[in-house]
């Protein structure tokens, strides 16, 4: 009994100092703000402490001119190995061509190294520890070299990376086709490419505690409202969290109303998209590794907008900017509009259609709201099963769900034929919506408002419909009222909400963003165009013709 006590409390021993010992980031945490001591030894002992045992971590000690002892620390898979070798290890360990014959001495090795050795135009001194593991960590290389109380820190990140593509979420017909994709940099490129301005300022920070991800801001300077750019950066230095992994983790931190289904943050995978909000005035946020873009501020009237609203002619895209707001109303009423019409106000029905409507669902044996409830759930699982599935296989299944089951359905008794035509006309109304956070929202708030249209009929559908506008109206994003321009209304927003006016009349920036200049187009542009026009082709003027 006596020895089995004993090992137990060895054992409670034992667990008790490997609990005890730290971790790597508690001992980077002990380190901060410490400087480096120009002992080699004692900073290769700290780089195995923290970073470990790990097989892409490498460490190679050398010798600089063939004199100093030093070493080179980087992440094998996230650097260019070759530029690591022919740019950074080779010229540190000959002595440069014009120093040939010459001792080196150590108080001069600092400004050699900087002005005569090293390559990389990216480079930079650093004495604090933790400064040192955020760039190897980064996929930067760290040279440190014994007696210099200061290491180099160089930028040699290289990631393998998918190429430039279409957006994937946002099909386009007339416009750009090129998308964002995970890395920042590349990212950046695309915006600096469409916006060649040195107006165009972007902002780094880092969010994370752990992955340390890096976070842009970009705006134009002079358009944007400063307070707007203050705000912004308070609310995204508030956030305190171990890891972010995607954009959608601030969207969630920085929108005003954390409980409301309606997005107040505008994500998009174009860049020329986020140039056009940009030079509105508005603000835009990436983050590395994510290939959405988070736009700021944001209001309703953008979700159903597309890129072919401004890239084809008013006339046309005003009619169909129309039709896709009626079918987003359609996708979001017509099913409980159906149910309160045949529970409670059949008499509203043409005579001949409520014949052929009673006719359908004459076997039926769940009252409408019941019936209507069953078939939504099920489109919404089937919508959900296709998303989830290769696409190979969702488009197959999409097809028998609709076809097979939906007929299956309209046989055994469970659905009458008009509730899968009302259902599926609702689903297509959702699919004409251009975002999918508001299609996803409005898919959402079509249950309640069917619940309520069959226990009040259609004075339930009214009550849904007011109490939806009224939460609307009480949103803001960043003080900008939800449904602007409307509500509060604004003439010159309006030329661009239910109609696409001509781009010569929306000669200002959206009032509701407070820009600094607010002038976007020459107030008499279209009279100065027109001003001067000549039919130079007009067979009226062909005097070669006259003869004939």
Known sequence: MRIRATKKKNT???????????SPSAVLKDHQGE????NLTHTLSLVKTVLGENADLVVREFHVFGQYPAAIVFISNMVDQSAVNTDILKPLMYTPPHLQGQPVEKFRLREILINDALYFCESKLESEVVKLFACIMKGGTVVTVDGLQEAFLIETRKIDKRGIDQPATEQVIRGPREGFIELLGTNLSLIRYRLQTPDLRIKTMELGRRTKSKVAVCYVEGITNPDLVNEVNTRLSKIDIDGVLDSGYLEQFIEDNHFSPFPQVQYTER????VANLLEGRISVLVDGSPLALVVPTVFSQFYQTVEDYTERFLL?????????????????????????ISFNPELIPTEFAVAVAGGRAGVPFPAVVEVL???????????A???LPQQVGGALSIVGVLVIGEAAVSAGFASPITIVIIALTTIGSFATPAYNVALSLRLLRFPLIIMAGIFGLYGVMIGLIVILNHM?????????????????????LKDLLIRGPLWWMNKRPSFLQPIDGDRLKHNIYSDMKEGETNVLDPKNDKSQQGG
């Open 12 to 22: 409670n021993r034992q667990g008790s100092e490997t609990a005890k010992v730290p």
């Open 35 to 38: 400087a480096l001591t120009g």
């Open 271 to 274: 860049a020329d998209k986020v």
């Open 317 to 341: 895209m005003s009619w169909i900017r129309l039709a896709r707001l009626i079918a987003l109303v359609f996708s979001l009423v017509f099913p409980s509009i159906y149910v309160s019409i």
């Open 374 to 384: 069953i078939i939504e759930i099920s489109m919404e699982v089937l919508r959900e």
């Open 386 to 388: 296709t998303i989830r």
């Open 473 to 493: 109206l009480s949103l803001k994003s960043f003080g900008v009222p939800y449904l602007s321009p409307l509500v509060p209304a604004n003439f010159q927003g």
